[in-house]
């Protein structure tokens, strides 16, 4: 595959681990934070952290928007497809998220609900128009990658005049995660938390290109290296923040130029911006409240507002007393600092959100990572 | 985030979609996101959409970095 | 004016019939169906007796039995149905005692509604199968449910088989240092069946892997008779199998990815979707451990077979008191290769 392939080839791998080593100053630590779940996932998946010197370590972030949705929305959505004859339409990553009382969208499923995962927003309204007497409603979550297909489908649902479709919208911002951690009392604090570096996600800014994370760099001093999406692409930009950091510069760098550019995809964002507009504040699962940190689907196209549509309650529920998913997902704490960990939270039975998602934290860590720990 | 992945446009067809090829596997995906994109292009593809096309020479410095020999150790 | 013959009964409307509930009831219209559908199709000695039962002479040697039971869905894919997929996959868990597989029984739970058509089409896929493979379908059974509580067919499949003396395969046989083999390419049948998915097209020339494989074992076994385990990675794929293993035998493993065979066209369905070949499901491959002086010789006569032209070696087993199934990475790295969790989905992030 190409563009893949040669971005996972193990001898250029072994050079960037040879650079990294020996650029990495001895008497100093790194911390760098990848905030993307992919990036996650690539980290775990190639063994990342094992071509790593001991002084350059990783912490995983909340980039992974299964992650951070609150169980009161996984629980607003199975109740929607509890509804007689609806459909409720979601992506895979959904289905097994645990909301209350151990139920999850997959469980709601085997009781009768008519649950349809679906790979693109574009079928969701293809199974409203195939389904004319049924309501439809697309379960839409994800950061800015995932936004602008969302606001495609709803502009073809009224190009369509369907009146049975809705979308249920929980889309995060980026930039506002970064800041809130950034502004998190441990990283405020000295001592708890150090956080020297970003790596940027990688398709969020193909959307939302560079120029966001300049405040970021600016404001706080840290620098940011967008990476791309393979193992060869986050090494190199482990690379070029150590080098930022040895040479006490803090900007914003982009290692993922063949597909970001300082502006991004303005096409895109102009289409987000026409169906969306911010929240004044969404609650993030681990992180609390979060101002400016989610968008709505604007009063215009309220006609396919799941929530102007449905009586859609706010629901809290809070997370088990145990779980770490907030600290772990703010890289206060690791997943082996839980104690719910690997015992009753299993990827067959994850109790909190960073165990479902394959890319949270907990996930990686156990499919991934336990044996190390273990051995 | 995000799983996406790089495929060749093979065929524009109405609708503002296309037929991608990743490895041999064909599938549509809709352009209504991206502008200008030819037969031969790549793409960044997630959840059936093209985000963004892929320049060939950035990818090509990019490769060129990789295999770089890095600075001198730290004193 | 045309005289109608005496004894005349109208056949099954296999273009356009359907199937109804009184084709499960016992009466003349199920008897109707097993002799002008799965006698007619099936065909052999032991059918033609029209009993409940089959009766053979007991063969001599260990016996071996397995059974298995198929929901797969759509019950048409590229290379194959869910008729020969039954007929494949209970000869294979036959197989993989090193037995050689002899009678088959073959049960179905037909829904009501269900296209005769279709019936008749998935019937003579598994009389050619079992034809071909040289093991009969013996004996079988019939059952109608109410349209609603059926995906159109499940078929259930028996085999029974016999294992040559000094044979001993079985799960718990692997041992540090023994090498691990698999027959050829991984996830072909996995990602032909869900090219078809709704919701998840898109279009591959994969083709699903189902294949009969105790031929490939009889030459196995005749090269190595001391072949110490054998398995086929059906459902959850290779990295399922090999954890189950790893388990039975208090072992652990190393696979190395380079090694591992897998098309070109399943990495890329897999890129697509977010899934890990590893886990996707094959039909018509095995794995085998061996100790390590009978590698070479095993894998030769395997790749001298054609089900085994692709055979490679892909890993070795280890001490391990936490039996990890655990990968180098084409980069150097090493990660564990888990077992399944819940159903392979397919994911966004």
């Known amino acids: 595959m190409k563009y893949v392939d040669e971005f996972r080839d193990g001898a250029l791998a072994k050079n960037i681990a040879v650079n990294i080593t020996r650029e990495a100053d001895p008497r100093r630590r790194y911390h760098l934070m990848e905030f993307c779940g992919g990036h996650t996932h690539a980290i775990s998946r190639y063994g990342i952290a094992d071509l790593l010197p001991a002084n350059v370590r990783m912490i995983h972030g909340p980039g992974c928007p299964v992650c951070v949705l609150p169980a009161g929305r996984v629980e607003n959505a199975i109740q929607l497809a509890q509804l007689p004859e609806l459909i409720l339409c979601c992506y895979g990553d959904l289905l097994r998220v645990p909301a209350g009382g151990g139920m999850s969208l997959l469980k709601a499923k085997a009781r009768g609900a008519d649950v349809r995962m679906v790979y693109s927003s574009g079928d969701a309204v293809k199974i409203a128009q195939e389904n004319p007497q049924r309501q439809v409603v697309f379960f839409a979550i994800g ?226 990572g336990r044996f190390r720990e273990a051995a | 985030m995000c799983l996406a992945i790089p495929a060749c446009v093979e065929e524009l067809i109405a609708g503002d979609s296309a037929i991608v090829n990743l490895g041999g596997v064909r599938k549509e995906i809709s352009l209504a996101l991206v502008e200008d994109v030819a037969v031969g292009d790549y793409v960044i593809v997630h959840v059936g959409f093209a985000l963004q096309k892929l320049d060939p020479e950035e990818a090509a410095q990019t490769l060129a970095l990789f295999a770089e020999i890095g600075g001198a150790a730290q004193e | 004016m045309s005289k109608i013959k005496p004894g005349y009964a109208r056949p099954l409307d296999f273009k356009h019939g359907r199937v109804d509930m009184t084709h499960g009831s016992g009466g003349r219209a199920m008897a109707q169906l097993i002799d002008e559908l799965f006698v007619a199709a099936f065909d052999n000695e032991f059918l033609r007796q029209m009993n409940d039962q089959a009766r053979f002479p007991a063969p001599q040697g260990r016996m071996v039995m397995s059974t298995d039971s198929h929901v797969v869905s759509p019950l048409f894919f590229p290379g194959g149905d869910i008729g020969c997929l039954s007929v494949h996959g209970t000869i294979n868990d036959v197989a993989m005692s090193g037995a050689r597989p002899l009678y088959l029984s073959a049960s179905f739970i037909l829904e009501e509604g269900f296209p005769l058509a279709d019936l008749k089409r998935i019937v003579e896929s598994m009389a050619q199968a079992a034809r071909d493979a040289g093991v009969p379908i013996v004996t079988g059974d019939t059952k109608v449910v109410e349209q609603g509580k059926g995906d159109g067919v499940f078929i259930t499949t028996t085999g029974i088989g016999v294992v040559p003396e000094g044979i001993n395969i079985s799960g718990e046989r692997a041992r540090p240092g023994d090498k691990i083999l698999v027959s050829g390419m991984l996830g072909d049948h996995g990602v032909a069946v869900m090219s078809l998915r709704e919701n998840l097209t898109f279009h591959t020339s994969i083709e699903s892997d189902t294949a009969a494989l105790h031929g490939l074992v009889a030459a196995m076994v005749a090269a190595v008779p001391d072949i110490h385990v054998l398995r086929d990675p059906t459902r959850g794929g290779l990295a399922t199998t090999l954890n189950e293993i790893a388990r039975q035998s208090a072992v652990g493993m190393i696979l190395h990815e380079g090694k591992l065979p897998i098309r070109e066209q399943v990495k890329a369905a897999c890129e697509f979707l977010g899934l890990d070949p590893l886990y996707v499901a094959n039909e018509g491959k095995l794995a085998a451990i061996c100790a390590p002086e009978d590698a070479d010789r095993l894998l030769q006569a395997m790749r001298a077979h054609p089900l085994g032209s692709d055979t490679a070696i892909v890993g070795e087993v280890i001490e391990d008191p936490h039996y990890f199934v655990q990968m180098e990475t084409s980069f150097g790295g090493r990660r564990v290769v888990d077992w399944l969790t819940g159903e392979q989905l397919p994911r966004i992030c």
Request: hydrophobic fraction near 40%; charged fraction near 20%.
């Open chain 1, 143 to 368: 950061f800015e990658t995932t936004t602008p297909p969302t606001a495609v489908a709803i502009r073809q649902a009224q190009a369509l005049n369907l009146k049975n479709f809705s979308v249920f919208c929980n889309h995060v911002l980026t930039p506002s995660a970064i800041a809130h951690i950034l502004q998190s009392p441990e990283i405020r604090r000295l001592g708890v938390l150090a956080l020297d570096g970003f790596i940027g996600p990688a398709h969020v800014s193909t959307v939302i290109g560079s120029r966001p994370y300049e405040y970021f760099a600016e404001e706080f001093q840290k620098p940011v290296v967008i990476a791309g999406f393979e193992p060869l692409d986050v090494m190199q930009a482990i690379l070029m923040l150590v080098r930022q950091l040895n040479e006490g510069r803090a900007e914003v760098e982009n290692e993922f130029s063949r597909a970001v550019t300082r502006d991004g995809n303005v096409k895109a964002q102009l289409l987000v911006a026409e169906v969306f507009e911010l929240r004044r504040v969404f609650e993030w699962r681990g992180l609390g409240l979060v101002p400016y940190s989610a968008l709505r689907i604007k009063a215009q196209y309220s006609a396919f507002d799941a929530e102007q549509r449905f009586d859609i309650p706010h629901i809290s529920i809070a997370d088990n007393k145990a779980c770490e998913c907030g600290a772990i997902l703010r890289g206060v704490k690791r997943p082996q600092d839980c104690k719910l960990f690997g015992t009753v939270c299993t990827p067959d039975n994850p109790v909190g959100s960073c165990m479902v998602s394959s890319e949270g934290a907990c996930a990686a860590h156990y499919s991934y």
